[in-house]
């Protein structure tokens, strides 16, 4: 079953009824609908990254960005998927905190 809670108090009360009445609970996964990052949200699960995210992140990884010292740039990475730097940050950012 899938629910839809519209905050994490709902989510709290729905789960603490359940357990009031011996109905069984279990938590899969937890994911939000919007891509706004705020405090204290749970992070997505790791499947949830897209596509081009993935992509994003493993050409990264591949080129050597998170070695020290650094095998590449981000203009680097940027060349190579030929997209513009700000789609490059925001996939990067969006993958990292997925």
């Given at each position: 079953?899938?629910?839809?809670?519209p905050?994490?108090?709902?989510?709290?009360?729905?789960?603490?009824?359940?357990?009031?009445r011996?109905?069984?609970?279990q938590l899969?996964?937890?994911?939000?609908?919007?891509?706004?990052?705020?405090e204290?949200?749970?992070?997505?699960q790791?499947?949830?990254?897209?596509?081009t995210?993935?992509?994003?992140l493993?050409?990264?990884?591949?080129?050597?960005y998170?070695?020290?010292p650094?095998?590449?740039?981000?203009?680097?990475?940027?060349d190579?998927?030929?997209v513009?730097?700000?789609?490059?940050?925001?996939?990067f950012?969006r993958?990292?905190?997925?």
């Amino acid at each position: 079953m899938k629910a839809l809670c519209p905050t994490k108090n709902a989510f709290s009360r729905y789960r603490n009824g359940c357990h009031d009445r011996d109905i069984p609970f279990q938590l899969h996964s937890l994911y939000y609908e919007d891509d706004d990052a705020t405090e204290g949200r749970a992070r997505p699960q790791p499947d949830s990254l897209t596509e081009t995210q993935r992509e994003t992140l493993l050409i990264t990884f591949d080129a050597g960005y998170f070695d020290v010292p650094r095998g590449a740039t981000l203009e680097e990475i940027v060349d190579r998927l030929d997209v513009s730097t700000q789609a490059v940050s925001t996939r990067f950012r969006r993958g990292q905190r997925t």
